[in-house]
């Protein structure tokens, strides 16, 4: 690692002063409301690493919706003279597009859709696509220099059809001498491909997530036989690691114009002189209510650049799923409310929150205010109301990860999501949960008792083992036996398949599990639930008799009142949750 000479500093740090002296100018560009930090200038490539930029000469964030730029990079690339004309792209990107870490989402996903086996290209596709769109308005409308830009660039080496045609597209846009950007020559049909490219970009510029589909389809064939313009778009992938730090939302169900927009634009009504064929509305329909699986949706996000394992993916994936079906949460009445008594007023320090304070006393009290001297804060008592306040109930959650249930974080699992939509809404609701997840003998996991932790809490309810089946008696057994009396009614919820059968097998002591199950029962004070995953309709009719893991499940029903509900698709889990909602126990 070469030290930078005391001229190369020098210049760099004019270079620098350049640059933030060029910001306010490249903000107007867009607008003079446009608001945006700083952008932060590196003068070396390991700071600009430490920002998490390498590969390009700049990147976007939108965690803290931030600017990033390789000063020594720009000066290696002979680009230090156009300052407005980088901030200006930059700032396109977080104004115009993608705009959002969600419509940065959305458009890779339409991407995917038009690159079957190639879906890794998407984020590639979808820095050029965005350029190309940020680009042409800022070169039409506000003037700036972008073509001398690419003029600067174009001596990257290795260039293919990729490049060439990409370069192509912006000589058509404006209206450039080909091959004067440097792309390098094109065939006949990929001519054609270019100026499609470039009504592609125009006619979609005010609608740009609609094309995008089609534009990743445009380069398709290109991406699949080019293997030389790799280190030429290297330096302009700006949003690669654009989503890193951030939270992407709304991403979990698969919208319609993912399958009707994976068209090539040659196929497009709106782009040429054909007539369609009826096919969008029928992928649209089919494509309407669907909803990722976890695998693809962890897939999305890493091509967001969140670097995340199939666990975090899951815990996501639950939590967005989830959250539509939130439900009021049951409670059992206490005996009453009581009402904010005002009892007087006392000091008020640095070290008291700040809405404490009550400024106007504080003025009475003295014109001067002095933090600490002469400000107050109100003191409240109680009083008896006269509305009863209700208590939710605890949650105590036992989840089955044995080998016969389905990998939450692979595929969707509808109990575990029933899990998540009842951990969630008790939280909401003021109410701790325990998670236990639990496969065969001696696997066994889970928070250390009852938690207000999400994080924690969902973690456990993805988690997979993959092994037997073995119900953890001893953790039900140890709960209610060291569950205070006047500790708040909890309600016992178990996910599982017919694999719940072993909860009533004898424990490691030889004690009975039905006689375990009675008493946490009646020591829980708030019911038990068997969210089970069971693919026989029919368990409870005469078919299902000879099983006796069935036999088990009917007979805990009949005889210690087991809610017992199967959930194994979307419409049973949403009745499940309302029907859960409304559930009433003993004191209620």
């Not at 030290?3 to 100018?25: F, G, V």
């Not at 090539?264 to 649209?284: M, N, R, Y």
């Not at 959250?323 to 007023?345: C, D, I, K, Y």
């Amino acid at each position: 690692m070469s030290t930078p000479s005391t001229a190369a500093k020098a210049e760099l740090k004019a270079i620098e002063q350049r640059w933030n002296a060029a910001w306010p100018r490249a903000l107007e560009v867009w607008s003079r409301f446009t608001r945006l930090s700083p952008p932060i200038l590196c003068r070396t490539h390991e700071a600009a690493k430490r920002e998490g930029l390498s590969g390009s000469f700049a990147m976007i964030r939108f965690a803290d919706q931030a600017v990033v730029i390789d000063l020594a990079k720009v000066v290696e690339s002979q680009l230090e003279d156009f300052a407005t004309e980088i901030l200006a792209h930059e700032i396109g990107h977080h104004v115009l597009a993608p705009s959002t870490l969600t419509d940065h989402g959305r458009m890779l996903a339409r991407m995917r859709a038009a690159l079957p086996t190639l879906e890794r290209h998407a984020p590639m596709l979808a820095n050029l696509y965005t350029d190309l769109l940020i680009n042409d308005r800022l070169q039409r409308s506000a003037q700036l220099r972008m073509a001398d830009v690419y003029r600067a660039l174009s001596g990257a080496a290795g260039s293919g059809e990729v490049w060439a045609l990409y370069m192509r597209i912006y000589e058509v846009l404006w209206n450039v001498p080909r091959g004067q950007l440097g792309g390098g020559a094109l065939e006949d049909s990929a001519e054609g491909d270019a100026w499609l490219g470039a009504r592609l970009v125009r006619s979609y510029a005010r609608n740009w997530l609609e094309g995008s589909g089609r534009f990743a389809s445009l380069f398709l064939s290109y991406v699949h036989r080019d293997q030389s313009s790799q280190e030429a778009i290297e330096r302009l992938l700006d949003t690669r690691d654009a989503g890193r730090g951030g939270d992407a939302t709304g991403l979990t169900d698969v919208e319609p114009a993912e399958q009707s927009g994976a068209i090539h634009p040659a196929l497009d009504p709106e782009l040429c002189d054909v007539e369609a064929d009826g096919g969008e509305g029928k992928s649209a329909a089919r494509a309407t209510g669907q909803a990722r699986e976890p695998f693809e949706y962890g897939e999305l996000l890493r091509a967001l650049g969140l670097p995340l394992d199939d666990h975090e993916v899951a815990v996501r994936y639950y939590r967005e799923r989830a959250l539509p079906h939130l439900v009021p949460f049951p409670s059992e009445r206490a005996q009453e409310s009581t009402e904010p008594l005002l009892e007087g007023l006392e000091p008020w320090d640095i070290g008291h929150p700040l809405d404490a304070l009550d400024l106007l006393q504080s003025v009475i009290v003295s014109p001067r205010v002095i933090p600490g001297l002469t400000t107050v804060q109100r003191s409240w008592g109680t009083e008896e109301g006269q509305q009863p306040k209700p208590q939710p109930l605890d949650l105590d959650l036992y989840v089955d990860s044995s080998g016969s249930m389905p990998n939450p974080q692979h595929r969707i699992s509808y109990p575990t999501l029933a899990g998540a939509i009842l951990c969630l809404s008790a939280l909401r609701a003021g109410a701790s949960v325990q998670a236990t997840l639990w496969s065969g003998k001696n696997q066994c996991g889970g928070t250390q008792g009852f938690v207000r932790d999400e994080l924690a809490l969902l973690r456990v309810l993805t988690g997979f083992y993959g092994g037997g089946t073995a119900f953890p008696l001893h953790r039900l057994r140890e709960t209610y036996d060291r569950r205070a009396a006047r500790a708040r009614p909890a309600h016992v919820l178990v996910i599982s398949d017919d694999g719940v059968s072993t909860m009533f097998d004898d424990d490691e002591r030889g004690e009975s599990g039905w006689l375990i199950a009675k008493r946490a029962l009646a020591k829980a004070r708030g019911g038990g639930t068997f969210v089970l995953e069971l693919h026989d309709a029919a368990w409870d009719g005469a078919r299902a008799q000879a099983n006796p893991a069935y036999g088990a499940i009917r007979r805990a029903r009949d005889e210690q009142g087991w809610n017992v509900q199967r959930v194994a698709s979307l419409a049973e889990l949403v009745a499940f949750a309302r029907a859960f909602s409304r559930l009433r126990y003993a004191g209620a």
